[in-house]
């Protein structure tokens, strides 16, 4: 199995403290099955991207891990202006291998529509967008269509595996299996922090998925799409995402979705399309930066 999205690199973000844990982080996951790690450390407003440290620890645990795992390097990418600015200006930079597949991280609670401009953005960077756990976002949750709406214009969706069987709550676990019986999950991931609250299991979920859609399932999702990630190929053909042309609603019903945040602060709906959104911040903030 191949795990994109992976805190390995120790002393980076709230992933592995130590060097200690790291390795031990990777042994656990090649007890799992796993023979490849994308290492993804955050660049978010808490965890800065430092390039240097980043590459220092990347080529550290490459080197001690050689004869034991595959590691490869890509990004837990959260859509902030000054993430999006410096990832337009830098084609490429934060994606897995630098090869164009980008991992990329919302605010758990709240989503404002304008963040399709800043996925419009990247793709016309160069960057093939992967939506990393939407069953974990509690806008989602609570608006469906959101998610649908980014899969139409051409992102692909990473579910953390251990959310199929309930390690996120009831309703992260209702979500993730309706998403993986319409063929809306293109991969699964361990999102590993540690070895405890968020350890490296893949193989409980991939034999949850193989019992549940069968064995090309379980490989498509743990192997063949990871894959196409790692090596920057072309997508490779998948089954019809069921219900996503024809809008069908998903079951999925978030019960008692209220949040004060939430009240004053615009979200998409069906009707708001990223191409709807004629004057988003984002289209502001770039056609601002072509000024200058």
Known sequence: MIDIHHH????????????????????TAAAEGVTHIVCTP??????????????????ELSELLKDQMELSLGCDFHVTASNVIDAAANPLRYSINGKGYLLVEFSSMSIPPQVGDALSQLQLAGYTIIITHPERYQAVLG????LAEWMR??????????????????SAET?????LERNWIHFLASDAHN?????????????????????????RLYVTNPRAAVDGAPWPEQPDPLGLRERKPMKFQMKKFTSPSTKSTRTYSGKDTPNAIKTGFFKRLFSRSRKD
């Open 195 to 219: 070895l405890t609250m968020r350890p490296p299991h893949l193989k409980k979920g991939y034999d949850y998925v193989m019992q549940k859609a069968g064995e090309e399932t379980a490989q």
């Open 175 to 179: 979500f993730s299996n309706e998403l």
């Open 8 to 27: 390995l690199l120790y002393g980076i973000d709230d992933g592995a403290h130590d060097l200690e844990m790291s390795l031990a982080m990777a042994k």
């Open 143 to 146: 608006q469906p269509e959101m």
């Open 42 to 59: 955050h660049a978010s407003e808490r965890f800065p991207w430092r390039e240097s440290l980043v590459q220092e620890r990347f080529a």
């Open 153 to 170: 214009i051409g992102c692909l969706v990473q579910v953390t595996a251990s959310s199929l069987y309930g390690r996120f709550g009831s």
